[in-house]
């Protein structure tokens, strides 16, 4: 399970890792595996291809891209200047930017439109609290010069497909729309007038965003400020006929597909290059709404970064709060190390073990060979922990016969609980195949 890093005294000479920046360890690795496998086939299911950038941008290329007035530039950046050559670099805080750099940079959008996923670790100097720590990981989908409502309506099917092949039910579509640059300003006109009549309701962190961000005012949890956000104008107000007819075709899409949402007139962006659609999935992890997922489109990015102009929507999905949801549905049960845990008494029947193993591999099994010595007894214990379906036994005895026991370990297989069976060693791997296909055929069944 991955746990925030708890504030303790470190002992002397012992060395714990960074705030905020958790290991994942070997008992979630299957959790993990699982949710990349998912995320892979979905991706692969719409056409899309994987891209990976490097996780150190040059700072200029968030700071035009996200915008220098937002939490992100201005508080939550890993920034840093190159020593070796005076650069000023940043740990990435999100992926589109980077996406789309690359995108420009090779010219990838040369022959027609792009369909591009990633994941990877992101980065921001946030206070660490569950489903929010400062190095957290996203996967991502960047639809690339594509213009209309039926590409937003695609990545938010395929996030719906995401949550399908994972079993999470529960998590709810919430969309809005930005509009386009001379709506947005007037209604940012209207909003700041709005909360200028209200000055002495306003907190200091909205007081402080008033002129320079006033969206972000929307978005505040400060509940003395809910009932102000609500009677807020609304941008969807101040969208004219192309705006709102885009709006108006996604939603018929999502109705088409039988998939519910709900219009969120407050959903807003702190990113500067959103446009028209946005969305978020949103679920309760420990009985707190939390956003899972967060998209939309961002028609603007590519030119403001330098590339030839080029509509673009996508997504990211924060892993680390998804895998909370996987846990609720107990998916975050151990899986078997192994499929056969070789026991031997070491010495001469060492090597016969080790043979055995690699032979067992060849044949596609996953095998663990008991290492360290240690008696029968300790060694089954070990097996039986491993998750392993059987065990295969070389003893002194048996080597003497060129022979090996098989054991099966797991209750429930066809011959759990009956006596070890030997066979020779020069045909353990075909035979132990065999009888592994033969239980997953007539599971339960005696072995004959």
């Known amino acids: 399970m991955d746990r925030p890093n708890q504030t303790k005294k470190a002992q ?16 979630d690795e299957p959790l993990w595996r699982r949710f990349e496998d998912a995320v892979a086939g979905a991706m692969r299911a719409y056409g899309y291809s ?13 700071v035009r891209g996200i915008g220098e007035v937002t939490d992100i530039v201005e508080k939550e950046m890993y920034s840093f200047t190159d020593s070796l050559n005076g650069e000023d670099l940043t740990l990435r805080p999100e992926n589109t930017a980077g996406v789309v750099r690359a995108t420009i940079e090779h010219n990838l959008l040369y022959d ?6 990633y994941a990877g670790p992101m980065f921001r100097h946030e206070r660490p609290q569950k489903g929010r720590y400062r190095q957290f990981h996203q996967v991502g989908a960047e639809a690339l010069g594509m213009a209309g409502p039926d590409a937003d309506a695609e990545v938010i099917l395929l996030c719906q497909r995401l949550w399908d092949e994972l079993g999470l ?7 809005n729309s930005l509009g386009a640059s001379h709506e947005r300003r007037a209604h940012r006109e209207a ?17 402080r965003r008033l002129h320079s961000n006033p969206l972000r005012i929307l978005d505040t949890k400060n509940p003395a400020m809910q009932a102000l956000a ?58 707190t709404p939390l956003t ?22 996508g997504f990211a999905v924060g892993v680390e709060r998804v895998l909370e949801l996987m846990r609720a549905v107990g998916h975050g049960t151990a899986e078997p190390q192994c499929e056969v845990y070789v026991v031997h008494q070491g010495d001469e029947t060492l090597e016969a073990a080790l043979q055995a193993s690699e032979r067992l591999r060849d ?56 006596p070890q069976r030997s066979v020779p060693l020069d045909r353990l791997a075909e035979l132990v195949v065999e009888a592994i296909v033969a239980n997953d055929n007539h599971p339960g069944e005696p072995e004959q």
């Open 169 to 175: 039910t529960g998590v709810r579509l919430e969309i």
């Open 363 to 418: 044949a596609g099994l996953d095998v663990i060979l008991h290492c360290g010595g240690g008696s029968f007894k300790s060694q089954f214990r070990r097996a039986d922990a491993s998750g392993a379906r059987l065990a295969v036994i070389v003893g002194s005895d048996e080597l003497a016969r060129g022979e090996a026991s098989v054991k099966w370990l797991r209750a429930g297989e066809s011959g759990a609980g009956g």
């Open 292 to 313: 899972v997922c967060g998209g939309g489109r961002y028609d603007p990015l590519i030119e403001m970064l330098g590339g030839k102009p080029a509509p673009a929507c």
């Open 191 to 207: 909003l700041v007038a709005y909360f200028e009549a209200h000055r002495d309701v306003l907190d200091a962190e909205a007081q």
């Open 50 to 62: 994987q891209i990976r950038t490097p996780i150190v941008e040059h700072t200029r290329l968030f």
């Open 230 to 287: 609500e009677q807020a104008p609304r941008l969807i107000d101040f969208l004219g006929p192309e705006s709102l007819a885009h709006f108006e075709r996604l939603q018929s899409l999502l109705r088409s597909q039988n998939l519910p949402f709900r219009i969120n007139p407050r959903l807003v962006r702190g990113l500067d290059y959103y446009n028209l659609t946005v969305f978020e999935w949103v679920a309760d992890i420990g009985g």
């Open 112 to 117: 027609g439109p792009k369909r591009l996923w």
């Open 12 to 27: 002397p000479g012992k060395l714990n890792g960074v705030r905020g920046m958790n290991d994942v360890l070997p008992a």
